[in-house]
Nanobody, 124 residues
Framework: QLQASGGGVVQAGGSLRLSCAASGRFFSFYGMAMGWFRQAPGKDREFVAAISWSRTTTYYADSVKGRFTISADNAKNTVYLQMGSLKPEDTAVYYC?????????????????WGQGTLVTVSS
């Protein structure tokens, strides 16, 4: 129900935009807070950014604040993660997630649905 795309290889300092399209007959995108998480090799999955179900509030991990921007298009049932000033330490598989119970959370346990992940590799 969540399909992430847009990953790839980019040089340090570059930009990339990830997309996550939601689908499903009983999936109410508008009522869901959406989040992006990432998992680097050998590390735990960590919070990157989230946007509230009302799309009025955004949240960011300190490590990406000022460089990444999360947004959502309710008409397209899609959430985006615009990534800029990329660093090698941003290399990870990026996952989108949806929460029906929170207004925007950094906790994995608050998310009900997960996409399959898209790999971002930042070369130095």
């Amino acid at each position: 129900q969540l399909q992430a795309s847009g990953g790839g290889v980019v040089q340090a300092g570059g930009s990339l935009r990830l997309s996550c399209a939601a689908s499903g007959r009983f999936f109410s995108f508008y009522g869901m807070a959406m989040g992006w998480f990432r998992q680097a090799p050998g590390k735990d999955r960590e919070f990157v950014a989230a946007i509230s179900w009302s799309r009025t509030t955004t949240y960011y991990a300190d490590s990406v604040k000022g460089r990444f921007t999360i947004s959502a298009d309710n008409a397209k049932n899609t959430v985006y993660l615009q990534m800029g000033s990329l660093k090698p330490e941003d290399t990870a598989v990026y996952y989108c997630a949806a929460s029906s119970t929170s207004s925007g959370s950094s906790w994995l346990k608050d998310y009900d649905y997960w996409g399959q992940g898209t790999l971002v590799t930042v070369s130095s």
